[in-house]
Nanobody
Framework: QVQLVESGGGLVQAGGSLRLSCEAS????????MGWYRQAPGKRRELVATITSGGIRSYSNSVQGRFTISRDAAKNTVRLQMDNLKTEDTAAYLC?????????WGQGIQVTVSS
């Protein structure tokens, strides 16, 4: 199994920046992807960004150009750098790890952007 521990987030004014981190531990498969989803109250869960074990990045159109996803050298930690935050970015952000058959989720971490 894989365990995910999220950190970062918090409260920031519009235009500011925050950084989220997610550390994966356990039985890590060499072929996987990690990323972040978010879910705001009353809305469906939305994919934000992913990065594969090969370093290929994908972004939602809503965050393209503002958010950057990366992995550390060991590829067991993913970071989401969020710049130029908007009030619409307010949500619970959930880290995810997926391999061929299984997907795991973090507990979620709150990001709140005030006007």
């Amino acid at each position: 199994q894989v365990q995910l521990v999220e950190s970062g987030g918090g409260l920031v004014q519009a235009g500011g920046s925050l950084r989220l981190s997610c550390e994966a531990s356990g039985r890590i498969d060499s072929i996987n992807y990690m990323g972040w989803y978010r879910q705001a109250p009353g809305k469906r869960r939305e994919l934000v960004a992913t990065i594969t074990s090969g370093g290929i990045r994908s972004y939602s159109n809503s965050v393209q150009g503002r958010f950057t996803i990366s992995r550390d050298a060991a590829k067991n930690t993913v970071r989401l750098q969020m710049d130029n935050l908007k009030t619409e970015d307010t949500a619970a952000y959930l880290c995810t790890y997926r391999e061929h058959f299984l997907q795991y989720w973090g507990q979620g971490i709150q990001v709140t952007v005030s006007s």
